[in-house]
């Protein structure tokens, strides 16, 4: 089960960090990434990581603003984000897949999913 937190209401130009922890499986096995949903928006990709934190992959939207990493050891993704805008807003979720390498940036491809956790930029 993945469980994400550290959202909130931020001003522009501010920063947040969001974490996912996962409880149960090790999160070791799994390539890893973060999407978000705007209202009635569709799930967008934001950032992705493998298994052993040494690829990375962003949307061009975050590029510069955003990074994702992982602490196997915390069994924890975590998407640091910085420089906020207002279009930022939306439901951040995290999702995992077995996966030996690589990254993965489409949502049908993972099989787990936190609830997400808002996050708001206001302007």
């Known amino acids: 089960q993945l469980v994400e937190s550290g959202g909130g209401l931020v001003q522009s130009g501010g920063s947040l960090r969001l974490s996912c922890a996962a409880s149960g499986d090790s999160l070791s096995t799994y390539a890893l990434g973060w999407f978000r949903q705007g209202p009635g928006e569709a799930r967008d990709f934001v950032a992705a990581i493998s298994r052993s934190g040494g690829l990375r992959n962003y949307a061009d939207s975050v590029k510069g603003r955003f990074t994702i990493s992982r602490d196997n050891a915390k069994n924890t993704v975590y998407l640091q984000m910085t420089s906020l805008k207002p279009e930022d807003t939306a439901v951040y979720y995290c999702?995992?897949?077995?996966?030996?390498?690589?990254?993965?940036?489409?949502?049908?491809?993972?099989?787990?999913w936190g609830r997400g956790t808002q996050v708001t930029v206001s302007s």
């Open positions: 999702a995992g897949v077995e996966r030996r390498t690589g990254t993965e940036i489409i949502a049908a491809y993972y099989d787990d």
